[in-house]
């Protein structure tokens, strides 16, 4: 009975993954579009772990389902990302690095208006774990970091989601963050983009170790020029494969310190409130006018 009992549940589970794929993947546009099978909230009290290369706890995903996450961004390459995102109507999770928000803010607030989370990467992308590496160094690169993606955001703040540079994390930045409620996300699949040449390499490569895996939260980076000219190509071939889109929110999003969100605006260098699109600030005008 028992286990007749626990193949009845899963039945019921799978039903209504169905179900919700049904209501989710919609996408007018694009009726090949890999659409969201189903969001996720994640709470994010005392700093859970997720993905399996690094913390164990937490296996979240069935078979064949995806979390897309994008590292060390935004950059001028970070819109080509987006475009495919938004060809297949899906989400992504983008661990950002605040020196590059400053320098893009107005690319980091495409991100956030199109609906995606948005987590952090330090600051300036330090080895956290590297020599000579204090706890207040690790501490402001982690801060710094959520302030300035605050900033360049220009209104909302990010999830309480945070991703090591290198996924190399200390014990006590690990228990750190833990004390500010923040969850701290490795990867299942890396794709190790940095080391392709073409767009096409890039999706061979998520796609090998997606067949050998059946699923997995995947690292790419729309900071490589080869990933954001292949995006397109990856959602196709995942979409062709039977691959679902899963998409992490969470929770409640960070709560930035004030002490940290002063230094981001003094690296800002601009009025704070700001934060209108440049094509809305700078025009082209026919000639003559």
Not at 49 to 69: N, S
Request: aromatic share 8%; hydrophobic share 40%.
């Amino acid at each position: 009975m028992a286990k007749r009992s626990l193949g009845v549940f899963w039945l019921a589970v799978l039903a209504i993954s169905a179900t919700s794929a049904v209501a989710q993947t919609n996408c007018p546009a694009n009726p090949n579009g890999l659409g969201i099978s189903r969001t996720v909230e994640i709470d994010t009290t005392g700093g859970p772990g997720f993905g399996l290369e690094h913390y164990k706890a937490h296996d979240f995903l069935l078979p064949q389902e995806v979390v897309l996450t994008f590292d060390d961004g935004p950059w001028p390459t970070t819109p080509l990302v987006l475009q495919a995102l938004a060809a297949h109507c899906t989400k992504a999770t983008f661990f950002t690095i605040g020196k590059n928000a400053m320098a893009f803010p107005e690319v980091m607030r495409q991100v956030a208006s199109a609906g995606h989370t948005i987590g952090t990467h330090t600051w300036s992308h330090a080895n956290l774990a590297g020599k000579g590496m204090t706890p207040a160094k690790a501490t402001e690169e982690i801060e710094k970091g959520f302030s300035a993606v605050k900033v360049a955001m220009g209104t909302g703040t990010p999830a309480s989601f945070f991703r090591f540079p290198g996924l190399k994390g200390p014990t006590e930045m690990i228990n750190y963050l833990g004390t500010r409620n923040i969850a701290i996300f490795s990867t299942d699949i890396d794709s190790f983009d940095f080391k392709m040449r073409t767009g096409d390499a890039v999706a061979k490569s998520v796609l090998d170790r997606l067949e050998k895996k059946g699923k997995g939260i995947v690292l790419l980076h729309d900071y490589q020029k080869h990933t954001a000219a292949g995006s397109m190509e990856l959602l196709n071939q995942l979409k062709a494969k039977g691959y679902k889109i899963v998409h992490m929110r969470a929770k409640s999003n960070v709560t930035t310190i004030a002490e940290y969100d002063e230094k981001a605006r003094a690296e800002f260098k601009a009025p704070v409130g700001d934060t209108r699109p440049t094509s809305t600030v700078v025009k082209t005008v026919p000639p003559g006018k």
